[in-house]
């Protein structure tokens, strides 16, 4: 068993590239998705659910990418209610629960800072160890992403 009881919990992190093409692959493994997009933009490929690919699950969810009020990454203004909401966080929360026998892969744009602070939520609360995701070049994780996605784990 893993910290305070809890079963540990496989946690990837990708681009939305790396998803869709995982998507088109085999895997034996099974796995869901946590869908994360850019309410302002339009996407051509997606994520999908299929036998042959064993991701049994997709949660969608839409929203910018700003670690608090103010610009986004893309330099757009944003304000709070263009970012997660508690209500994002309290689906993830569930889908990881309802799921965590399953790999869990959290992809959004760049695979790089909403996904990585969803992941990194996720993988501290299910294993006590979310390091690879901090103090790297690999990610750089959304705060706002991370603080919500904790809250909705320790509340859920």
């Known amino acids: 068993m893993w910290p305070f009881g809890k079963k540990k919990v496989e946690v990837t992190v990708m681009s939305r590239e790396n998803a869709v093409q995982y ?37 969608p969810l839409s929203f910018c990418d700003a670690d608090g009020p103010g610009k986004d990454v893309y330099g757009r203004d944003v304000d709070e209610s263009d970012l997660m909401q508690d209500e994002d966080a309290v689906k993830i929360a569930r889908f990881v629960r309802e799921n965590r026998d399953k790999l869990i892969i959290v992809h959004c744009d760049a695979g790089f800072s909403r996904s990585a602070g969803v992941g990194a939520a996720i993988a501290n609360y299910f294993t006590g160890d979310a390091k690879r995701y901090f103090g790297g070049i690999d990610y750089e994780p ?3 992403c991370y603080s919500k996605t904790t809250m909705a784990l320790l509340e859920d």
């Open 23 to 59: 998507c088109r692959e085999r895997h034996k493994q099974p796995s869901v998705i946590i869908s994360i997009s850019d309410p302002n933009r339009t996407y051509e490929t997606a994520p999908f659910c299929s036998r042959e690919n064993g991701v049994a699950a997709i949660l």
């Open 142 to 144: 959304n705060m706002w």
